[in-house]
């Protein structure tokens, strides 16, 4: 029969793998180690449950609460006007402003939120000031990344507290991040707008493509969409004169989308999948015009000369082309156009989604949506207010106007419910958990939100992580998982002084943060880290904080941070760019790092 170290030791690798292969949700990860624990008697039932009743799942249910309170009285959507107020037009000041602001958010609220709060207003900022989108988003990502260090409202912060409590030993508590996760910050963002700015894209997917006449890219050329546009006339005995768009077999026989009608001389732009088509209307498709013309040989359609597009072609008064990315906890996740029902429920079509840096145009309605992916609409100007009232999409408007807010009159009330519950929890660190739950609760009570909207606003992806990442970190001590690694770790630093065994484990953080989930990392590592310490003599808290900062040094390449990921589809990022600023960005931080932890907090127990 294998020993629970074995069988320990088993879980963590085949976890890994799967993470690794990022075909399996890091969430779905996370509840598979729970069960493979409880079933293979690593852990009691109690023990492979106790993530979902510890203080880390409450914290993180609690700061979703508290901070959708924000957003729904208007709070969190002054960001983009303050933004506008602040940054100007120079290209440095406006870098620092984004990284400033995505920074002081991301204190308060989790790192995604934050960068999803300001992404519409960047993207406004970039085309009112002719700045490339690539040269701001991935500053405002590691803004946000720098920030969370400072701050206990940080996935990776909440579940290394967990796993010291679990332990026995006392936890960080709301302030105890500052000190060092402060300064680290600042300086990652003073290397940024002194140095790192030379290194960011420049000729980088979207923002290859010239500007159009307003300023702003022109998102038809941007999407390379007038490759797959073509114009087909409706010839006298069509089978499709007098069909709705809808009950035509262009999309679903022949791949092709209907993007437009030419009709007396005019663009219609199709903002109704039941608009009927007529004999003689010139019909603007989207797709493949070769594998058409194969297909098509009834004739439904005769195809007219190419010519070149632009934006404007597909707008009109009532009708325009807007770019949008799926928020963060997106019910589209997973689904297709055509399951989802997207026309129907926005009322804008898909006319192209850029993914991982290059534009897809064809056969979009059975391809499954993925975090990241950046879709460009059409649809009625009168939809885009709505558009951006809708949690499953962030609208990157050409404007930083804050999003009407639900409910204005309570902004002072939301705000002071957020100040008493963070000075409460500053106060009494023992109680922070109870503290937060309280505060979150009273945003109900005093009407601020619905517990429907509570419901909707936690991000129960991320619950369902901490929960069950933090048994994992139980097991890898009770099993003796963490003793026997540490003591590898020990054996092979320990002879080089403290300073050398804690470089060893936040360098192994680092490195393994750039390719798995940081979450997933400071669950492993942050055991280790105690046991190392235990076994030197040292401060485990000491250890389990530079380890932590370690897991969100996540810079070097997007799979360690979902942030990252966020704006990899706006600014058509590839992987390349971010080890260019990640790397140096890295060392800087990990210097400060190495400078300020044995000061502020002493690796010799006293």
Same mark, same amino acid.
């Given at each position: 029969?294998?020993?629970?170290?074995?069988?320990?030791?088993?879980?963590?690798?085949?976890?890994?793998?799967?993470?690794?292969?990022?075909?399996?949700?890091?969430?779905?990860?996370?509840?598979?180690?729970?069960?493979?624990?409880?079933?293979?008697?690593?852990?009691?039932?109690?023990?492979?449950?106790?993530?979902?009743?510890?203080?880390?799942?409450?914290?993180?249910?609690?700061?979703?609460?508290?901070?959708?309170?924000?957003?729904?009285?208007?709070?969190?959507?002054?960001?983009?006007?303050?933004?506008?107020?602040?940054?100007?037009?120079?290209?440095?000041?406006?870098?620092?402003?984004?990284?400033?602001?995505?920074?002081?958010?991301?204190?308060?609220?989790?790192?995604?939120?934050?960068?999803?709060?300001?992404?519409?207003?960047?993207?406004? =900022?970039?085309?009112?000031?002719?700045?490339?989108?690539?040269?701001?988003?991935?500053?405002?990502?590691?803004?946000?990344?720098?920030?969370?260090?400072?701050?206990?409202?940080?996935?990776?912060?909440?579940?290394?507290?967990? !796993?010291?409590?679990?332990?026995?030993?006392?936890?960080?508590?709301?302030?105890?991040?500052?000190?060092?996760?402060?300064?680290?910050?600042?300086?990652?963002?003073?290397?940024?707008?002194?140095?790192?700015?030379?290194?960011?894209?420049?000729?980088?997917?979207?923002?290859?493509?010239?500007?159009?006449?307003?300023? +702003?890219?022109?998102?038809?050329?941007?999407?390379?969409?007038?490759?797959?546009?073509?114009?087909?006339?409706?010839?006298?005995?069509?089978?499709? !004169?007098?069909?709705?768009?809808?009950?035509?077999?262009?999309?679903?026989?022949?791949?092709?989308?209907?993007?437009?009608?030419?009709?007396?001389?005019?663009?219609?732009?199709?903002?109704?999948?039941?608009?009927?088509?007529?004999?003689?209307?010139?019909?603007?498709?989207?797709?493949?015009?070769?594998?058409?013309?194969?297909?098509?040989?009834?004739?439904?359609?005769?195809?007219?000369?190419?010519?070149?597009?632009?934006?404007?072609?597909?707008?009109?008064?009532?009708?325009?082309?807007?770019?949008?990315?799926?928020?963060?906890?997106?019910?589209?996740?997973?689904?297709?156009?055509?399951?989802?029902?997207?026309?129907?429920?926005?009322?804008?079509?898909? =006319?192209?989604?850029?993914?991982?840096?290059?534009?897809?145009?064809?056969?979009?309605?059975?391809?499954?949506?993925?975090?990241?992916?950046? =879709?460009?609409?059409?649809?009625?100007?009168?939809?885009?207010?709505?558009?951006?009232?809708?949690?499953?999409?962030?609208?990157?408007? +050409?404007?930083?106007?804050?999003?009407?807010?639900?409910?204005?009159?309570?902004?002072?009330?939301?705000?002071?419910?957020?100040?008493?519950?963070?000075?409460?929890?500053?106060?009494?660190?023992?109680?922070?958990?109870?503290?937060?739950?309280?505060?979150?609760?009273?945003?109900?009570?005093?009407?601020?939100?619905?517990?429907?909207?509570?419901?909707?606003?936690?991000?129960?992806?991320?619950?369902?992580?901490?929960?069950?990442?933090?048994?994992?970190?139980?097991?890898?001590?009770?099993?003796?998982?963490?003793?026997?690694?540490?003591?590898?770790?020990?054996?092979?630093?320990?002879?080089?002084?403290?300073?050398?065994?804690?470089?060893?484990?936040?360098?192994?953080?680092?490195?393994?943060?750039?390719?798995?989930?940081?979450?997933?990392?400071?669950?492993?590592?942050?055991?280790?880290?105690?046991?190392?310490?235990?076994?030197?003599?040292?401060?485990?808290?000491?250890?389990?904080?530079?380890?932590?900062?370690?897991?969100?040094?996540?810079?070097?390449?997007?799979?360690? +941070?979902?942030?990252?990921?966020?704006?990899?589809?706006?600014?058509?990022?590839?992987?390349?760019?971010?080890?260019?600023?990640?790397?140096?960005?890295?060392?800087?931080?990990?210097?400060?790092?190495?400078?300020?932890?044995?000061?502020?907090?002493?690796?010799?127990?006293?």
């Amino acid at each position: 029969m294998l020993s629970p170290l074995v069988i320990t030791l088993l879980i963590l690798v085949v976890a890994a793998i799967l993470l690794l292969s990022d075909r399996v949700r890091a969430d779905l990860v996370a509840l598979l180690v729970v069960v493979a624990l409880g079933v293979t008697g690593v852990l009691t039932p109690r023990e492979a449950f106790s993530g979902f009743s510890s203080a880390a799942a409450v914290i993180m249910a609690a700061v979703f609460v508290l901070v959708a309170g924000l957003q729904v009285t208007g709070v969190t959507g002054q960001a983009g006007a303050l933004l506008l107020r602040l940054a100007g037009s120079d290209e440095r000041r406006l870098l620092v402003t984004v990284m400033a602001i995505g920074m002081l958010l991301s204190l308060v609220m989790n790192n995604i939120a934050a960068a999803a709060i300001l992404l519409p207003a960047v993207s406004g =900022l970039a085309s009112r000031t002719h700045v490339r989108l690539s040269r701001l988003l991935m500053p405002l990502a590691f803004a946000t990344i720098l920030g969370g260090m400072a701050t206990l409202f940080t996935t990776n912060n909440i579940i290394a507290g967990g !796993i010291l409590r679990s332990q026995g030993l006392p936890g960080f508590g709301l302030l105890d991040f500052l000190p060092l996760g402060g300064p680290m910050a600042l300086v990652g963002i003073a290397f940024v707008a002194l140095i790192g700015f030379r290194l960011l894209p420049t000729h980088t997917g979207m923002d290859g493509r010239r500007a159009g006449e307003e300023g +702003h890219p022109d998102l038809v050329d941007v999407y390379r969409l007038g490759e797959r546009l073509f114009r087909a006339r409706v010839p006298a005995g069509s089978a499709l !004169i007098g069909r709705p768009i809808a009950a035509s077999p262009l999309r679903d026989s022949f791949g092709v989308t209907v993007i437009a009608l030419e009709r007396g001389g005019e663009l219609i732009p199709v903002t109704s999948p039941q608009t009927e088509i007529e004999q003689g209307d010139v019909v603007v498709l989207g797709g493949d015009v070769e594998d058409f013309r194969r297909r098509d040989v009834e004739p439904l359609l005769e195809i007219l000369p190419a010519r070149q597009w632009s934006e404007g072609d597909l707008e009109t008064g009532e009708v325009t082309v807007v770019e949008a990315v799926l928020a963060p906890r997106s019910g589209l996740l997973g689904q297709s156009l055509r399951t989802s029902r997207f026309r129907d429920k926005y009322g804008m079509a898909v =006319l192209s989604i850029w993914r991982q840096g290059r534009p897809i145009r064809v056969h979009l309605g059975d391809l499954p949506l993925e975090f990241g992916d950046a =879709l460009l609409l059409q649809g009625p100007r009168e939809r885009v207010a709505l558009l951006e009232t809708e949690t499953d999409l962030i609208v990157l408007a +050409h404007d930083v106007a804050p999003g009407p807010a639900l409910k204005p009159d309570k902004n002072k009330l939301a705000m002071g419910i957020m100040a008493l519950t963070l000075l409460l929890a500053t106060l009494n660190s023992a109680r922070i958990g109870e503290i937060m739950l309280a505060g979150a609760l009273l945003m109900v009570v005093a009407r601020v939100l619905t517990m429907d909207q509570v419901y909707s606003a936690i991000e129960w992806r991320t619950i369902f992580l901490v929960a069950g990442l933090l048994p994992l970190g139980v097991a890898m001590a009770e099993s003796g998982a963490a003793a026997l690694l540490a003591e590898r770790l020990v054996a092979w630093l320990s002879p080089l002084g403290p300073m050398a065994l804690l470089a060893g484990l936040v360098l192994l953080a680092i490195g393994l943060t750039q390719v798995i989930n940081g979450a997933a990392v400071v669950s492993v590592i942050t055991p280790v880290a105690i046991q190392a310490a235990q076994q030197t003599g040292l401060d485990p808290r000491a250890l389990a904080m530079g380890v932590t900062l370690a897991c969100s040094m996540a810079f070097m390449t997007p799979l360690g +941070h979902a942030v990252n990921i966020l704006v990899m589809g706006p600014a058509g990022y590839r992987f390349s760019d971010f080890m260019r600023l990640g790397l140096p960005l890295t060392v800087v931080v990990f210097v400060v790092l190495m400078i300020l932890l044995p000061m502020l907090w002493p690796l010799a127990i006293p």
